[in-house]
């Protein structure tokens, strides 16, 4: 069993300004290797409400290209209880020397069902934030971004007409 065993069904994000820095803080401290680690929120009306990260040991054999969760650590330090329907979303990592868009190794080795959220530090050292679900398709595994809610704003290439029903 995976660490994520949850198969979101999101077709927004919305990432908390505080966990954004976490992102941020975890690629830049560990550039030029590849930073990573599992995302836990919830999925609320088909928005994947991101609620904390929780970074790992990248223990691929390239870590400056390529990222790999390692599975025993997972197991050693448990997540805290899943309150309010809390569960592991996904992935993060970070791309140090590209943008934040899923390489061709990430959309082939993405877990299934399982949202990435990539971070990238542009030329002028601003942090971008991009979220994707790998599909199947008739012609392979396809990335797909997810765009995301800030501030009760999207970003990203959806109209206000787009934006999900809140109860």
């Known amino acids: 069993m995976r660490a994520c065993d949850h198969a979101p069904s999101a077709r927004w994000t919305s ?19 590849e930073a990573c680690g599992l995302v836990y929120g919830r999925i609320v009306d088909g928005v994947a409400e991101v609620v904390r990260y929780r970074a790992l040991p990248n223990i691929a054999a390239l870590p400056t290209r390529a990222f790999r969760i390692d599975p025993l650590a997972t197991l050693a330090e448990p997540p805290a209880p899943e309150a309010g329907g809390e569960h592991c979303l996904g992935v993060f990592h ?14 082939a080795e993405a877990w299934p069902e399982h949202l990435q959220w990539i971070g990238a530090f542009d030329r002028a050292g601003r942090f971008e934030l991009r979220a994707f679900a790998v599909v199947a398709t ?26 999900p029903a809140r109860a």
Do not use: K
């Open 15 to 33: 990432v908390p300004a505080a966990v954004r820095a976490e992102f941020a803080a975890d690629a830049a401290a560990r550039a030029p290797r």
């Open 94 to 107: 970070s791309h140090p020397d590209d943008d934040a868009r899923p390489s061709a190794r990430d959309v």
């Open 138 to 163: 008739p012609h392979g595994r396809t990335p797909r971004e997810l765009p995301q809610l800030a501030a009760g704003r999207f970003r990203g290439s959806v109209t206000p007409a787009d934006r």
